[in-house]
């Protein structure tokens, strides 16, 4: 890991609740990680993108619109850190294009990696799903709220092969498990 690359992760974490670099960001930034070898892209600037594509989601007042509001907050730290332009660029797409509900549909390789590892560290984060919810909306509510979650990243934001293969164990079982809850309802 570069110099430079290993300062701004400190700078990342330190910008986050730490559940939220543990359970989300480090997850995103280690399936980017996996991704960008199977599709042999520039690996630093894919980390970097990772890294930097919830930063505007850091100020907790602007999650709605994080996708918008993280883009000068990355675009100060990559120059900052004398960056090139054309890096400079690629992120500003990646962080703009991360949702599928939301911006541009990513177009460059590292930004259609990140989408996808966004969507895949989901799938390791069951528990922490219902923790991060409680208290919002009743538990039949934040089953639901999870389950179209995971079939809106498993539809929508999956779009690479090699991805979607990395996580479709687990989300079988994320439905198998959701489901069952309902089980003895239906026995008669
Ligand atoms: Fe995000
Ligand atoms: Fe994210």
Known sequence: MSKKLAKIRKLVKSKFEENDWKY??????????????????DREVAELAALLH????????????????????????????????KVIEEIKHVIASHRTSKGPKPRSIIAKIVANADAMAH??????????RHGRENFEETV????????????KKLTLPGAKKMVEKKYKAIKL????????????
């Open 54 to 85: 919830d930063i505007g989601r850091a100020d907790i007042k602007h999650d709605e619109d994080h996708h918008i509001v993280g883009i000068p907050i990355a675009e100060k730290i990559l120059r900052n850190f004398d960056y090139p332009e």
């Open 144 to 155: 639901e709220w999870v389950k179209n979650k995971t079939e809106k990243d498993w539809q």
């Open 24 to 41: 989300h960001i480090l997850p995103v930034v280690n399936y980017t990680k996996k991704l960008a070898r199977i599709y042999k892209v």
């Open 177 to 188: 498990l959701l489901n069952s809850l309902r089980y003895h309802e239906k026995e008669k």
């Open 123 to 132: 799938f390791d984060i069951l528990p922490v799903f219902f923790w991060w």
